[in-house]
């Protein structure tokens, strides 16, 4: 919301030489937050005055083109120049080469000195051309700023105006004012209009406030106007989508009246762009009161307007020009032939005021927020009008509104009021709140008395009555956020100011912390990061490609969320892995030129389930029963959380004599580790297979029998698709699997005083016998002797027969209660190595 200074002196005791910055200080204390400032005067410096054309000759050249040499004087006859510069006559009379056409001797424009700067950093000098030294220049509206034509030059006739030679044209055009911009929460639309910010900034300042609205003289009873029904037959959670509808006529107007400087000056530094005279009037009024309006030429209406819901298949071509397929929500405003308009959204191209109107029907309706915000995102037809009736607007303004507009028309257009006024429907005002008193104390930990407290609901415009002990507050019409008691607090804090509030820590309430899930979670991600991982976060929408490559692992269809309004077409489903967000991470690092990277990051994936949604949403105002509740849940997907990790280049860095080992799959596989071995979970490592996997460095991730995840290396394809480092290697974990088998408790093992006996052994296998697979039947022969055992060696090659491999473990013995002896250790070797003859045909090397 831009907040034209000189604007909001009409209404409240703003200083004369306050600044946007000192404006938004004082906002601030009320809760509004700043944005910007804005300035013309950032872009635009004078020497600019009024001028007259006291000479125009025209001068064809050789290149076919006509100039004019014009003399143009500005200052009045008689006075002296008080202007100073180079290229400034004395005398008051500037030579100056002009190539537009479109004015005549005797026409008063706008002339830049020398020394002036326009938008863009136009810079105005003397300067020779055709002939001639041009000492200035007269300028088009778009030079100035102030709108596109760049046809000819700007006549002020044409505006209406006839100012003194010489004054300046910065101050006559508004171009001398500035703005403040403030961000307006949802809750508080009243103010979107200068009317509920001069009201904020008279509580922040304690200064006086003219309300805009109390200024208008409301024709109260007038003849029947044009015919209104309100006719909403399936409102939204029972309330109708108009419940206050009033229309004015004005005759006899004249749409081509140029919109006054002051006006089109507010408007432009507001952010609306000037476009003809009775729409600027209409969005000054909602800019001044915000109240939206709407003008139709009244001329095109056919029978009664009727406001009710779109019926099946009815279509619309809104003022954008774009032909729109209702839905059975929308609230429409229609007549005999069909829909022309969305209410409170858009209006429709049939009956729009244009070149040929001379007869308008105003609109000002107060309509149900939850129909127009519900329109507005149906439709993505975000408008002022929109951004202020899906936040509430004053249901006691429109009579108000339709009476300025009335005013205007005829005090600017040259229009006559018919007198007729339609008046339907009844508004909806806030229901009184019973306050206790003490509750703002209670709340907010400042002793306000019961006096501060009505004083301050009173400010707010509220009507505040006892009730024995307890106060009876009526909110103002403009405040339909004000529903509960607390609200009132919040208001009472707000405005008595935030300062008071005195700073004190809570102390936590005992038993209370993060749940075990939670601090087994935080232990693994912690772990990850001591273990040298760099977390990282990534949206959860992904395409459908990347969920089926990465969230599945045969060819299976995968079930999918897939969003009803994505941000981008290729985002367009919910994840079920976490994988390619991550990779994503790592490819615009790499692309960066950071070549080794440890990365991981936990987060939600979504499993839709058998049953998804609910059938129905339950009404707002009422808690929903169990059976509602268990619907709503049964709707819900499975959220798991998952773990993954990728990895890439060498570790350590490559430094001088020490170029680094390369990273590889065993990092992923071993990151998984890691994570089991913090939650105290038995992991296996096996062989495995994933679509986006190398298909022989693979490994599934198995904890009591079921796959919980997989780690390897990417497929060469898909490291190449996504523009990855040829050996990545990733692991993904369902991490809310392994915190479920994590035990309760995790017991250290004793460790044992007696001395470790170490013995090797190497064995000749298949070929494709998984290491682990042979390490597991080791570990199984040997017997509760064995303490570790590591593989330390793989070979094939001379000596070994074709298809067959050597794979050397490391077997380390030890006993609770005693020393082993040699023989001990052997025979449990021995044993071992049995087992795996058995099992395997294995041979000792």
């Excluded at 209006?347 to 040929?356: L, R, S, Y």
């Excluded at 049953?611 to 949403?617: A, E, Y």
């Amino acid at each position: 919301m831009r907040i034209p200074l000189s604007w909001l002196r009409e209404l409240t005791q703003l200083p004369a030489d306050a600044t946007p910055e000192d404006l938004m200080a004082d906002l601030v204390r009320v809760g509004l937050e700043e944005e910007d400032v804005h300035r013309p005067s950032d872009e635009i410096s004078g020497p600019i005055v009024v001028g007259e054309v006291l000479e125009k000759t025209p001068e064809p050249q050789s290149n076919g083109k006509t100039i004019n040499w014009c003399r143009v004087r500005v200052v009045p006859e008689g006075q002296v120049q008080n202007l100073t510069g180079d290229g400034i006559s004395p005398d008051g009379v500037q030579g100056v080469v002009c190539g537009a056409h479109n004015f005549e001797v005797g026409d008063k424009v706008v002339v830049t000195l020398p020394g002036a700067v326009l938008p863009g950093d136009f810079r105005i000098s003397t300067r020779k051309t055709y002939g001639h030294v041009s000492a200035g220049m007269i300028a088009s509206v778009r030079e100035l700023g102030i709108g596109e034509d760049h046809d000819g030059i700007l006549v002020l006739s044409t505006l209406g105006l006839d100012p003194e030679i010489g004054s300046d044209a910065l101050e006559l055009l508004g171009l001398d004012d500035s703005a403040a911009e403030i961000n307006v929460t949802p809750d508080r639309g009243y103010a979107f209009s200068m009317r509920g910010v001069a009201r904020e900034y008279a509580h922040a300042t304690g200064t006086s406030f003219t309300d805009p609205a109390s200024t208008v003289e409301v024709l109260a009873d007038g003849a029947p106007g044009h015919e209104v029904l309100l006719e909403d037959e399936a409102p939204i959670y029972g309330v109708a989508g108009c419940d206050r509808f009033v229309a004015r006529k004005v005759e006899d107007v004249d749409v081509d009246a140029p919109t006054p400087p002051w006006m089109a000056a507010r408007l432009r530094l507001a952010g609306m762009r000037p476009i003809s005279l009775p729409v600027d009037i209409s969005n000054y009024v909602m800019w001044e009161l915000g109240q939206p309006l709407h003008f139709y030429d009244a001329e095109t209406l056919r029978g009664p307007i009727r406001v009710r819901r779109a019926q099946a298949g009815e279509t619309l071509t809104t003022l954008d020009e774009k032909s729109r397929q209702l839905h059975a929500e929308d609230l429409v405003i229609a007549d005999d032939r069909g829909a022309i308009g969305i209410a409170g959204v858009m209006g429709g191209a049939d009956t729009e005021v244009g070149e040929g109107t001379t007869s308008i029907l105003i609109e000002a309706a107060h309509f149900d927020p939850v129909s127009v915000s519900r329109s507005k995102r149906r439709h993505k037809l975000p408008s002022e009008a929109s951004k202020r009736n899906e936040r509430g607007v004053d249901p006691l303004l429109p009579a108000v509104a339709a009476q300025r507009a009335v005013d205007l028309l005829v005090q600017l257009a040259g229009g006559t009021d018919t007198g007729e006024v339609t008046a339907v429907g009844t508004p909806r005002l806030p229901e009184p709140i019973l306050l206790d008193p003490a509750l703002p104390a209670r709340v907010v930990g400042v002793d306000y008395t019961r006096d501060q407290v009505v004083a301050t609901l009173e400010e707010i415009g509220a009507q505040v009555e006892s009730e024995g002990e307890a106060l009876r507050v009526s909110p103002p019409s403009w405040r339909p956020d004000l529903t509960i008691p607390e609200a009132l607090v919040e208001e009472i804090a707000r405005l008595i100011g935030y300062d008071q509030i005195p700073s004190r820590l809570p102390v936590a309430p005992a038993g209370r912390g993060l749940t075990r899930e939670q601090q087994r979670r935080r232990q693994v991600l912690s772990g990850m990061a001591a273990a040298g991982f760099t977390e990282t976060l990534s949206y959860p929408f992904y395409s459908e490609e990347a969920n089926a490559l990465f969230g599945r692992t045969d060819e299976g269809e995968l079930d999918m969320l897939r969003l009803a309004n994505p941000i981008a077409a290729q985002h367009g489903t919910l994840r079920t892995t976490v994988l390619p967000g991550l990779l994503d991470t790592l490819r615009r690092n790499v692309s960066r030129g950071f070549t080794d990277l440890a990365l991981y990051e936990a987060g939600l994936v979504y499993l839709p389930g058998d049953s998804l949604g609910s059938p129905s949403i339950p009404p707002l105002g009422a808690r929903p029963g169990d059976d509602a509740l268990a619907g709503l849940e049964a709707g819900i997907p499975h959220q798991p959380w998952h773990l993954v990790v990728a990895v890439a280049g060498a570790e350590p860095a490559p430094n001088p004599g020490q170029p680094g080992r390369a990273r590889d799959w065993a990092d992923a596989v071993d990151a998984a580790r890691t994570a089991a071995e913090l939650l105290g979970v038995d992991l296996t490592v096996r062989q495995g297979h994933h679509q986006a996997f190398h298909p022989g460095r693979t490994a599934e991730l198995v904890v009591d029998g079921a796959v919980v995840g997989h780690a390897g290396e990417l497929h060469p394809k898909v490291a190449e698709g996504w523009d990855l480092p040829a050996r990545t290697a990733v692991m993904e974990l369902d991490l809310s699997a392994l915190l479920a088998a994590a035990p309760e408790k995790v017991a250290a093992e004793r460790l044992s005083t007696f001395p470790a006996s170490t013995q090797d052994v190497s064995l000749i296998v298949e070929e494709a016998l998984p290491a682990g697979e042979l390490e597991s039947t080791l570990a199984t022969g040997a017997g509760e002797l064995l303490e570790e055992i590591q593989l330390f060696d793989v070979y094939a090659g001379e000596g070994i027969e074709p298809g067959r491999k050597s794979l050397a473990y490391a077997l380390r013995f030890r006993a609770e209660d005693r020393t082993l002896t040699a023989e001990e250790a052997s025979a449990a070797r021995e044993a071992a190595v049995a087992l795996a003859t058995a099992r395997h045909g294995a041979v000792q090397r």
